[in-house]
């Protein structure tokens, strides 16, 4: 059981250590901002996919309101 506290504490200093390190190496920013690109790329394509579907279904759903409610 000693050492299974002693690696845990290891790492659990370590992680510590890197948290308290502050700013990221420059390869991980380079990393970072290529995935928050194209996950934002995605998110536009996929939205822009979907806008003239939920017009249409909000369109149909107004006129069932509207045709519904006297």
């Known amino acids: 059981m000693g050492h299974a ?3 845990e504490y290891r790492i659990v200093r370590d992680l510590i250590r890197r948290r ?3 700013s990221l190496q420059a390869p991980d920013r380079a990393a ?3 995935i928050r ?3 934002g790329t995605a ?3 996929l939205l822009g996919s979907l806008v003239p579907e939920l017009l249409w ?3 149909a759903a107004s006129v069932v309101f509207a ?3 006297r």
């Open 67 to 69: 045709l519904g409610t």
């Open 20 to 22: 308290e390190g502050g």
């Open 5 to 7: 506290r002693a690696a």
């Open 43 to 45: 998110g536009l394509l």
């Open 57 to 59: 279904a909000a369109l």
């Open 37 to 39: 690109v194209l996950a």
């Open 32 to 34: 970072e901002t290529v």
